[in-house]
């Protein structure tokens, strides 16, 4: 398999639905923030990528026929060189404050939460996650400045990919636009809309327990 999506959006703009959506129109996986959790022992290639210095991206990304989601959206370009046949989506939420609300429910807090643990193998990826987007994580936090670092991303991404690459896509948009782009039929099926912020709390949640059982069990009490 060989990648035919590049997702060039950042979290929080549909990227759940198109792991999801994706699979049924191309036949295989596709790659997501959730498969570094997976498969940590490929974070170290994850970081190597982000600060500029990639190993062969099938080492990475070999049997996976999409790629959304950080960190990979974070290397979008390099991703576009390498794989000059695969369409760069640009999913996008129409109204940056919307955005911002969604990021500092959800992944703004499990990024703080991440780099706490510094012996943690995808600590590394956290780490970088964000550069080329904010100077500083903590500028994340401010609503005005976190909207204009999310305008200017995509903004660049217009500016930057090939137009007869680019498709510009919300999750509203379902099907139709994917498809056209792929030239592939509409499935028979409604497009998946996941991952909403009480989702992603709700997993929050389920991960605090997992992982608390799991200290329990390495350091019983005496």
Known sequence: MRLRVIGAGLPRTGTTSLREGLPLLLGGPVHHMSEVFAH??????????????????????GGYVGAVDVPAAMCWRELAAAYPDALIVLSHREDAATWHRSMAATVLPRTREMLARPDDPVTPVFERMFHGLVPDLDDLDDPARAAAAYRRWNDTVM???????????????GWEPLCRALDL??????????????????RHRDREVRDAARRAEADPPP
């Open 40 to 61: 940590p022992e490929l974070a170290g290639g994850w970081a190597r990528a982000l600060d500029g210095e990639p190993p062969p991206w099938e080492t990475l990304l």
């Open 185 to 202: 039929p509409v499935p028979d099926v409604p497009f998946p809309h996941l991952n909403s912020t009480a989702d992603h709390r709700a």
């Open 159 to 173: 500016a930057e990919a090939p137009s007869d690459r680019l498709l510009v896509w919300q999750p509203t948009d």
